[in-house]
């Protein structure tokens, strides 16, 4: 059974600052990874999405890589900015039927100005 | 890009009462939709698989019979909550792909249930 765990749970961290978020899973039979940003109350926004040929994915000022063989995966923010503070959560899609996706708990990121 | 569409985007129900939830791809037509139940500061669970004109497959520990699923279309799913409890409480999340695991999913912006 796949398993997906986030640290830290929860990051603080001063304006502008860079910062990296962890992922990791357990089984490494994946299609693909995704990082999204969840705002209190509302869905999912999905940031990035890994495909499992590739190492890393940018869009702006993130950056998310993939390490399969060693089940890990890591969100870099560059510059963040209070907007910027949101929870964010790393999920797998494995194989089998229907394509599932595990998602962990995610990372709770405030960001101070 | 492709969007997902949910409502209501809240709800407050009497217990007992049943209450049911829209998802529906607005710009693709998606033969395959996921619902997902999340509990504060917990993960997004996945509830069942919405196929297209068959019946969802229910995760383990997903009472079938209490979380009605119709997926009559190729835009438009829905779930159902029966006989609701308070400990049916929980923000519920579709999600929904036009072409699977080669782009991902998108989701709809959820739905939060409260049962008095």
């Known amino acids: 059974k796949q398993e997906v765990t986030q640290i830290p749970a929860a990051l603080s961290v001063p304006e502008g600052e860079n910062l990296v978020l962890n992922c990791s899973f357990t089984d490494s039979a994946i299609y693909n990874l995704q990082w999204f940003r969840q705002d209190p109350g509302k869905g999912l926004t999905s940031l990035l999405l890994i495909q499992s040929s590739q190492r890393e994915q940018t869009s702006g000022r993130l950056n998310a890589s993939l390490d399969k063989s060693s089940g890990r995966s890591t969100l870099y923010i560059a510059a963040s900015q209070p907007g910027d503070s949101a929870t964010y959560l790393c999920?797998?899609?494995?194989?089998?039927?229907?394509?599932?996706?595990?998602f962990g708990k995610g990372t709770l990121l405030t960001v101070n100005p | 890009g492709a969007v997902v569409s949910q409502h209501p985007s809240w709800v407050i129900c009497k217990s007992g009462t049943s209450v049911k939830i829209e998802c529906r791809s607005l710009?693709?037509?998606?033969?395959?939709m996921f619902w997902y139940r999340q509990f504060p500061k917990q993960s997004l669970m996945l509830m069942a698989t919405s196929n297209e004109g068959s019946k969802a497959t229910y995760e383990q520990g997903v009472e079938k019979d209490k979380f009605l699923i119709n997926h009559a279309s190729l835009t438009l799913s829905t779930l159902t909550v029966t006989s609701a409890h308070p400990e049916d409480s929980s923000f519920y999340i579709c999600?929904?792909?036009?072409?699977?695991?080669?782009?991902?999913?998108?989701f709809g912006s959820g739905t939060r249930l409260t049962v008095v």
């Open positions: 999920a797998v899609m494995s194989g089998g039927s229907n394509y599932k996706l595990t």
């Open positions: 999600s929904a792909s036009s072409r699977g695991r080669l782009v991902g999913y998108t």
């Open positions: 710009d693709f037509q998606a033969t395959t």
